[in-house]
């Protein structure tokens, strides 16, 4: 019988893990568990030792501490001054498109990424992203026409739009510059 302690530490290591983005063979690499052990740990079948919780929280670059946080008793709350955004590089990001992360969320089964997206100079259209979960768009300055699959939006400043993100979407043409948006990205964590 699995003990609610082990659930509880297990939910938040896979949580956790996933909200970094990590994958169960990266973390086993990063923490020296075995990823046979990680497994066990995630479903709740076994409570692993002090030292096998320390291993994974410093993989996890997180305290000890936030392995035993039922997400239920949990606020999260993120504040980011203006122009303090963490700067993210995202793979296969399409050049001179700047992505800003202004917070985040760690708790519950809702991610929310919220980007300030700044196009620089040399910022090309680019209508052919694609991703799960549901997008919100606020034109902050600029002006551009927004592909929707086959929709086209002209966007002004304080234009928005809220739409499923499985559908190719993007800018397809750009207007008056410089252009930036609020960007936030929901999607449900299994």
């Known amino acids: 019988m699995r003990s609610k302690t082990a659930v509880i530490v297990g939910t938040q290591v896979k949580r956790l893990r996933q909200v970094a983005g990590v994958t169960c063979v990266d973390l086993s690499k990063r923490s020296g568990v075995s990823r ?61 498109y700047r992505y800003e992360l202004l917070g985040h969320v760690l708790s519950g089964n809702l991610f929310v990424e919220p980007y300030l997206v700044v196009l620089e100079a040399d910022a090309q259209p680019h209508a052919a992203f694609q991703h799960s979960g549901l997008k919100f768009l606020y034109l902050l300055s600029g002006e551009v026409t927004y592909r929707y699959g086959p929709r086209r939006v002209k966007l002004r400043v304080g234009d928005s739009l809220l739409f499923d993100a499985t559908t190719l979407h993007g800018i397809e043409e750009l207007g008056t510059q410089p252009v930036s948006y609020l960007s936030v990205v929901f999607t449900f964590r299994d």
Do not use: C, K, W
Not at 40 to 45: L, Q, T, W
């Open 36 to 96: 046979s052990m990680l497994s066990r740990i995630e479903n709740g079948m076994v409570s692993p030792s002090v030292e096998t919780l320390h291993r994974l929280a410093d993989a996890l670059d997180v305290p000890m501490s936030r392995l035993f946080a039922e997400h239920r008793y949990r606020n999260d709350f993120s504040h980011v001054p203006s122009g303090q955004g963490l700067r993210v590089e995202r793979l296969g990001a399409v050049a001179n």
